[in-house]
């Protein structure tokens, strides 16, 4: 069954950099768009970032443009997210997120705080 395992979540200071590693299993990676979701505080889940199955095409929230890089390893079945110049506002549980027929698949989440 399709299973998306996040890391690299943790607490870091205003201005610093965290990458964000989704490991998928399950289904033929390649074959799929992926994306990065957040859930802020107190707010609803949000996408962040996405890409496309070759990894020619990525597209950003504009709140993450220019901070945040989405890329792939379609070799290692895997997808991350390179966050930098971090802002206390990022503060969120971040999850990696694709769609398949009409199902929805989740992972578990990790959890990003930036915070002096």
């Known amino acids: 069954q399709v299973q998306l395992v996040e890391s690299g979540g943790g607490l870091v200071q205003p201005g610093g950099s965290l990458r964000l590693s989704c490991a998928a299993s399950?289904?033929?990676?390649?074959?799929?768009?992926m994306n990065w979701y957040r859930q802020r505080p107190g707010k609803e889940r949000e996408l962040v970032a996405a890409?496309?199955?070759?990894?020619?095409?990525?597209n950003y929230a504009d709140s993450v443009k220019g901070r945040f890089t989405i890329s792939r390893d379609n070799a290692r079945n895997t997808v991350y997210l390179q966050m930098n110049s971090l802002k206390p506002e990022d503060t969120a549980v971040y999850y990696c997120?694709?769609?398949?027929?009409?199902?929805?698949?989740w992972g578990q989440g990790t959890q990003v705080t930036v915070s002096s």
């Open positions: 890409i496309s199955r070759a990894g020619l095409s990525r």
């Open positions: 997120y694709l769609t398949s027929r009409g199902i929805d698949y």
């Open positions: 399950g289904f033929t990676f390649s074959s799929y768009a």
